[in-house]
């Protein structure tokens, strides 16, 4: 167990995970420290970006997908010393708002064809969930994600990087960098 102190300045004791030393891609940048952690035997790494103390909303507001390709093309491998907190959480969105203003218009106003699907011309998607959830602990990464549709008629330097403070965090496929799973812990203890 160790502190982690939330944005307010006040702090929670939480479980922590240690590893000595490992390699692995580290970089820092304006305001943040981050590390690519490696899966055994996957196509993907769990990014992890620690804003400086103070500095959190600053470094979330920048994140950009030219920030990602540029964390995995510019952190170079160092031994690191890593501890963090074990965290599980879960999100649910209603993407039945979010998806016509993506562009995705014609599925939810019935000007879409889904008449493969019942022969009717009268179906339309009523609504669009989506659930993700992820549990970090020292045993891996368990990460989920469900969305579901509705229808009706109609160079070898050591670093320290501890995330004691909220941090950023991301599931990347290794080869082409699709962002899988994203997300922030402001308080693994909640």
């Known amino acids: ?19 000595d030393t490992a390699r692995m891609p580290y970089a820092e940048g304006d305001g943040y420290q981050a590390a690519l952690i490696p ?4 196509s993907v790494d769990m990014l992890v970006i620690l804003p400086e103390a103070g500095r959190f909303e600053e470094v ?10 540029e964390l995995r093309t510019d952190a170079e491998t160092h031994d690191v010393e890593l501890a963090m907190p074990q965290f599980d959480f879960e999100s649910k969105f ?12 014609d ?9 493969g699907i019942t022969g009717s011309a009268d179906l339309f998607i009523a609504t669009a969930l989506h659930h993700a959830t992820i549990a970090v602990d020292e045993k ?3 990460a989920a994600a469900v969305t579901g549709i509705g229808m009706d ?5 050591r670093a320290e990087l501890t995330l004691d403070r909220p941090f950023i965090f991301a599931i990347v496929e290794r080869e ?3 962002v899988l799973f994203m997300g922030r812990v402001v308080n693994p203890a909640a």
Not at 94 to 104: H, Q
């Open 1 to 19: 167990d160790g502190p982690f102190t939330l944005l307010d300045g006040s702090q929670v004791t939480v479980p922590l995970m240690h590893q």
């Open 39 to 42: 899966y055994t035997g996957q």
């Open 60 to 69: 979330e507001a920048g994140l950009s997908p030219e920030l990602f390709d």
């Open 94 to 105: 209603d993407l039945t708002a979010i998806l016509p203003e993506m562009g995705m218009p």
């Open 107 to 115: 599925p939810f106003g019935g000007a879409a064809d889904f008449s």
């Open 140 to 142: 891996g990464t368990e």
């Open 153 to 157: 008629e109609s160079a070898m330097t």
């Open 176 to 178: 082409t960098g699709a």
